[in-house]
Each structure stands twice: as structure tokens, then as C-alpha cells.
């Protein structure tokens, strides 16, 4: 603030020296302390106002630059209108020495602000930096370097990889093709990779000429970029290319919408997402206390109503939406472990099949427009009675809700999404590994050849909500899940980026109710939507008394999984030991 104000009595003495070259009359002194008086009590008081003070220099950048510029022309404007009031009094301001002030002080003001950033940055490249590569376009690449580009940085870089762009110098860094990088033989310890571009391919390149030790830059400013590790997570990411946003919040904005399981791996993401595309109101239901209270926390921009609650209550679930009158009810309440359903399976029926039946039931007698059932690609074929379950689950969605009418006459739309499996949820297999690492144990992978489909849970969780936005009722989505990883790959993968290369894998056996692969698809007969990213299975007719009745007796059987086989004749019980 000193050094401003100290700028606007240099700027307006030159400008006053300018305009009368040199000779300043005394009659015009009034006018000079007039201006810088002004100038002190606008400019600063503005300067204070927008914050101009809470800049780093040491990050001074564009935007910043716009910024101060808006908020000195505010204050020269207020000068021109003072200058016109004044113009027939005794402290007459001269028009001419306005612009002259404008452009010296801004000048010294946007030469303070840059003179820590251009100091700092004179520093040359910190030779003792892990030599690096920058892989990225080159636009990125120049702001990966304002990141790197200081002596106390821990890359050193060589040079910038990019296929459009080669043969030039960014900053003083050359630019090459990676072929003809790799064909120079310089020896390179790092490589920070935009998030933007395909990191697996890029990786097993990478790896291919010797790095291993890769960063991911993100979240780019004017100030750079900020640099993380590379996770197994960005490598196994597929970011869906026909993503509709705008489908997405035409069929969630000013909606009541219900989810249950609310404090899930995917109820949570799903409470998150319909907070993004404007709910109206979030009812969150869950039956575990700890869970409802974190997904609780994080609901801010949206009302939210916090429901502790179990879906097989039906009397309950029914009061809780006669409370709060739900548009959309988005159920992901289910146990989902394989091998803990195969040791609790009447737990395990009744809250899978009877707690998906009750919200469905409830739904349609309480006038809710659509409901979107979350189910597994272990429903296809399933060898697990878990799988099972959520086959009888998607059974009962699509032939309830076909003909079913509520109350006002309106039929309530019901659909199933299909998909694998998300990356970092809760039992899945990469926390599991990642915590055995930290440990330094071996990894424990069941079977060589076994694989799995792969997605990450926000993308999994908007493209749900795409589907539930095209269902007319009756449908069971599927999501694109790309090509199935085997699970013994993604293990190896984690202990390279984990640089322990003294872990090893152990194989420990098939578990009860797992199978080598995991399939998205009954048979061939499915149809496209309007996006790659969803298709359609084809439907299973089930009349819905006769399913009723073959639920009930499942309840009262001692024989389940007799009678899961007779509902869901594809069921093959695969007890592995």
C-alpha cells in the first residue's frame, strides 16, 4: 500500500511535469495535491475493496493483471468526473495530465507486482533436480514449467514431449516427439504427464524407455499446476466421451430426490452428483449411523433431510415417503460382498430382494415419477448369491414397473444400471492392495487369470443418472466399461508405482461365489441408446404374481439356494475353496 501511494505522487508529478514541460506553474499546485489526494483515497480504498492486497507476487499472473487494470480505470473515471465538476473553479484539472498519470502509475504498479515473480524466476533451472520429462500440449507444458521453474524445485527439465509442436524451445526447453526423444538415449528420471492425456498408453511408453517415477499435473492456473503422484487410479480411468450434462440436470434440477444407501461408495457420489445438478431437496436414507453422518456433512448448497433408516422396514420407508414426497428415488442400498453374502445368505436375501421390493412397492404407491435400482454385472449369469440376488432385484424392476400405476393414474417409470466394478469403493480390491503395500506384505490376488471391469465412481454415478434420465420404464441399462483388466496386471502395476519392488504376488484361491470373469450381458440381444456409453439388455419376461410368490417361498424355504436357482435358472453355485 506505502509503495502505491508513493507511485501516485511519482505518476502525478511526471505527469504534471510532462504536460507543462518541465515548468510547473504555481497556480497548479492546489490541483497536484487535488489529484494525489484523490487518487490516495479512490485508488487504495479499491485497491483494498477487490483485494488487490491479497495477491502473491510471488504468483502475480493474467488474471491478476485484468483485475488491477478494471480497478485503476474505475479510479481514473472517478478523477475524469471530479476533473469536470472542477473545471470552472480555481483548481482546474488539466484533461491531459489524466491519461498520463493512468498509464505511468500503471505501469509502476504492474512493474512492482511482477518484479518477485520475474526475480524469482531469473533463477536458472535447479541442475540438481531429477532430470524430467513434460508430456503435455504446450500451453500446459508452459505452466507445468512456471511450477518447476525455481531453484528450490525438485525436476530438472529436459525436455517437453509433444507430437504437434517439435523442434521449438518453450521457456529454453526443447520440444520433441517421444520417438525422437527416445532415440537421443538421454537418460531421464521423471516424467510429469498431463491428466488430460491417455496415461495408459503414455505409461507403458514410459516404461517401455526406463521411467518409472511418474507425476500427473492438474488443476492449471496462471500461477501452474499442481503435480501428484500418478495413482493406479488415473491409469485405470475411463472418461466416458458422450457424457450429457444437460440430460443429466433436465432430470434432476428442482427435483425431491431419495437415495437410499445414501452413505455408499456410490450412494455418496450419487448424493454429490444430485447436489452438483441442482436438487431441490436430498433425502439421504442409510441404516449405518456413521456413514449417514459423513455423506450429511458434505451436503451443504442443497437442503438435505438425514433418514437413519433400514429399506426391509417397509411401515417406516412408507412414512418416510408420505413425509417428504421424493420426485426420484435412486436405491443403492444392498450388501455387495461376495464372500460375507455367502455366509449370511437369508441376511443377505432379505435386505437385497425384499428391501429392493419395499422401496419399489412404496414408490409406486406413493406417485414417484421414476425409480433408479443400482445393480452389478455379477447379476449375469451369477455364481454368487449375491449376484443372484440382485438378478431377482433387476427382475422384479423390470416387470412391476411396466404396467404399474399409482394413485394419480401415472405410472411410475422403473429402471436397472448394470455395471462393474468402481474404482477405490469400500471392499474393493484396490484399497485392499494399496493398504498391503504400506505394510510391505505381499499381495494377495485369488487366481492368475482372473479379471475385472473397471470404472471410476463419479463418472459410474453420472453416467447412472444419464440412464435414469433416458428411462421410460421397464429398461436395464448397461454401462460401457471398456475392456476387463486382469486383476494380477493392475497388482503389478501398483507395486511399480509403489518403487518396493521386494513385494511379491501370492495367489490364494478362488473364493466361495467368485468367478474368473465378470460378464455385462445375458446374451448378445442388447440395443443402443442414443449414447455409446449405455446400452440396453434384453428384457426378461417374469409375471410379477408369480415372482411374488416365488419370493415368498424363497423366505420360507430352508432350501435358498434350491429356490434361487428355480427363480434365476442361470444361477451356478460356484463353492470355490
Known amino acids: 500500500m506505502l509503495f502505491d501511494i508513493v507511485i501516485i ?42 483485494q488487490i492486497y491479497n495477491i502473491s507476487w510471488r504468483h502475480f499472473g493474467f488474471k491478476d493483471t485484468t483485475k488491477l487494470i478494471y480497478v485503476a480505470i474505475f479510479s481514473t473515471l472517478i478523477l475524469i468526473s471530479l476533473s469536470y465538476v472542477l473545471r470552472f473553479t480555481e483548481y482546474v484539472i488539466p484533461r491531459s495530465i489524466i491519461p498520463i498519470e493512468f498509464f505511468i502509475s500503471l505501469f509502476m504498479i504492474l512493474a512492482l507486482r511482477v518484479s518477485k515473480r520475474l526475480y524469482l524466476e531469473s533463477y536458472k533451472l535447479n541442475a540438481k533436480g531429477k532430470s524430467t520429462l513434460i508430456i503435455a500440449d504446450i500451453d500446459k507444458a508452459n505452466e507445468i514449467l512456471r511450477s518447476v521453474n525455481n531453484k528450490d524445485s525438485a525436476y530438472y527439465p529436459v525436455a517437453i514431449i509433444n ?35 491417455d496415461l495408459t498408453n503414455i ?12 507425476k500427473v499435473a492438474s488443476d492449471y492456473n496462471d500461477y501452474g499446476a499442481a503435480i501428484k503422484d500418478i495413482s493406479v487410479e488415473d491409469l485405470l480411468a475411463r472418461k466416458p466421451q458422450d457424457l450429457d450434462t444437460k440430460r443429466i440436470a433436465s432430470f434432476i434440477e428442482g427435483k425431491v430426490v431419495l437415495v437410499t444407501g445414501a452413505g455408499g461408495s456410490i450412494g455418496s457420489e450419487i448424493c454429490r452428483q444430485c447436489e452438483i445438478f441442482g436438487a431441490k431437496e436430498l433425502i439421504l436414507l442409510d441404516n449405518c449411523e456413521y456413514n449417514l453422518y459423513t455423506i450429511t456433512e458434505e451436503i451443504e448448497r442443497v437442503k438435505s433431510h438425514s433418514v437413519m433408516q433400514s429399506v426391509v422396514d417397509k411401515e417406516r420407508l412408507s412414512k418416510t415417503f408420505a413425509k417428504y414426497s421424493p420426485d426420484i428415488v435412486i436405491h443403492a442400498a444392498a450388501y455387495k460382498h461376495v464372500p460375507l453374502v455367502e455366509a449370511n445368505i437369508d441376511e443377505a436375501i432379505v435386505n437385497n430382494i425384499i428391501g429392493t421390493k419395499n422401496v419399489i412397492d412404496t414408490a409406486i404407491e406413493s406417485g414417484v415419477e421414476k425409480v433408479v435400482l443400482i445393480s452389478t454385472d455379477k447379476a449375469v449369469r451369477p455364481t454368487n448369491v449375491m449376484g443372484t440376488t440382485k438378478r431377482i432385484c433387476e427382475l422384479y424392476a423390470q416387470n412391476v414397473g411396466i404396467s404399474s400405476e399409482n394413485a394419480n393414474g401415472e405410472g411410475t417409470d422403473i429402471v436397472a444400471v448394470r455395471f462393474g466394478n468402481v474404482l477405490g469403493s469400500s471392499g474393493s480390491v484396490i484399497p485392499k492392495f494399496k493398504k498391503q503395500i504400506e505394510e510391505g506384505q505381499d499381495i494377495t490376488v485369488t487366481h492368475p487369470d482372473i479379471t475385472r471391469y473397471f470404472m471410476l465412481i463419479p463418472e459410474a454415478c453420472e453416467l447412472v443418472l444419464q440412464a435414469g434420465a433416458i428411462g421410460s420404464g421397464g429398461e436395464i441399462f448397461i454401462l460401457d466399461m471398456g475392456e476387463p483388466i486382469k486383476i494380477v496386471d493392475l497388482a503389478q502395476k501398483m507395486i511399480d508405482l509403489s518403487g518396493k519392488k521386494d513385494i511379491k504376488i501370492v495367489f490364494s484361491g478362488l473364493r466361495p461365489g467368485e468367478k474368473l470373469y465378470e460378464e455385462l450381458l445375458i446374451d ?10 449405455i446400452t440396453v439388455a434384453h428384457p426378461t419376461p417374469y409375471d410379477i404374481k408369480e415372482l411374488n410368490r416365488d419370493i415368498q417361498e424363497l423366505l420360507q424355504s430352508e432350501d435358498k439356494i434350491k429356490i434361487l436357482k428355480k427363480i434365476v435358472p442361470e444361477f451356478n453355485h460356484q463353492l470355490n475353496s
Open 9 to 50: 505522487f511519482i505518476s502525478t508529478y511526471i505527469a504534471f511535469l510532462l504536460r507543462f514541460d518541465f515548468a510547473i506553474p504555481q497556480t497548479y499546485n492546489s490541483s497536484i495535491v487535488i489529484v494525489i489526494g484523490t487518487l490516495i483515497v479512490v485508488r487504495i480504498s479499491l485497491f483494498e475493496y477487490f
Open 163 to 197: 507430437d504437434n509442436h517439435h523442434n521449438i524451445k518453450v521457456n529454453g526447453v526443447d520440444v520433441y516427439t517421444l520417438e525422437d526423444f527416445s532415440a537421443l538415449n538421454i537418460d531421464c528420471e521423471v516424467a510429469i504427464v498431463d491428466e488430460s492425456i
Open 203 to 214: 505409461y507403458e511408453k514410459l516404461v517401455a524407455i526406463g521411467i518409472v517415477n511418474i
Open 524 to 533: 448378445d440381444s442388447d440395443c443402443t441408446t442414443e449414447y455409446e456409453s
